[in-house]
């Protein structure tokens, strides 16, 4: 019970952390790096969890039937419970971060909510080297070595590739696919562009601040979405989470 507890009083303080951050970044965000990122097209959105693992999702698109993958747990499921409360359907849920994989652990996961303590990659399936936090109160490790990740403390972690997971649960479409890995997510978006898989809609965190921000790597990764049939539908007030959607989707 005090676990559990102390897990809610976690979530309520990286939910304020998270808050107060986006409050002042919104007020400094240049409009011409960000433009590549605003929305393209209207469709109905609603925003997801809480203001710390939250995102925008079109709700009309799913349903109890509804494959749904989240990459990218951390300590906070505010908007995996909201997927499985409004639409009933499971939540393949993915982190390999030991943090992570305690908390799901202690906090005892939901009926629909079906985790698994690897992460994903755009290579081979294996172990790899995971940095973990530079802060010793963070919790998202990185296969990227940046400024967030302390480049002397690794540990080692199962990936598997995103054709891999695909395969060994069995899916040939997903409804929904989120994912917030840190750093990583320009190359595995690409290798997931790369396999013509049938995904409705992609909503991801772009991680732009831990890189050089003269030049947005996001600019490159949504030129190439669009290039494969996605677009923009909606975007949090810093620009980080974004959400796309499939053309063949919109009526």
Known sequence: ??????????????????????????????????SHLSPTVNCSSEWYGNSYGGFYVNPDLLSKSSIVYSFGIGKDISFDKMIMKNHKCK???????????????????????????????????????FYLPANPKGISGSLMNTESVDSTNTITVQMKSFDDIVKELGHTHIDLLKMDIEGSEYEVLEKILDSNFEIDQIIVEFHDRLFDTNTYKSIDTVNKMKGKGYEIFASSNTFEEISFIHKRKLK
Do not use: C, H, Q, W
């Open 1 to 34: 019970m005090l676990k559990i507890i102390r897990n809610i009083i976690n979530s309520t303080r990286l939910d304020y952390i998270s808050k107060k951050r986006k409050k002042e970044l919104s007020k400094i965000i240049e409009a011409d790096k960000i």
């Open 91 to 129: 939540v393949f849920a993915f982190d390999p971060t030991p943090k992570s994989i305690n908390y799901i652990k202690e906090m005892g996961p939901p009926n629909l909510f079906i985790f698994f303590d690897y992460g994903i990659t755009a290579y081979a399936s294996g172990p790899f080297n």
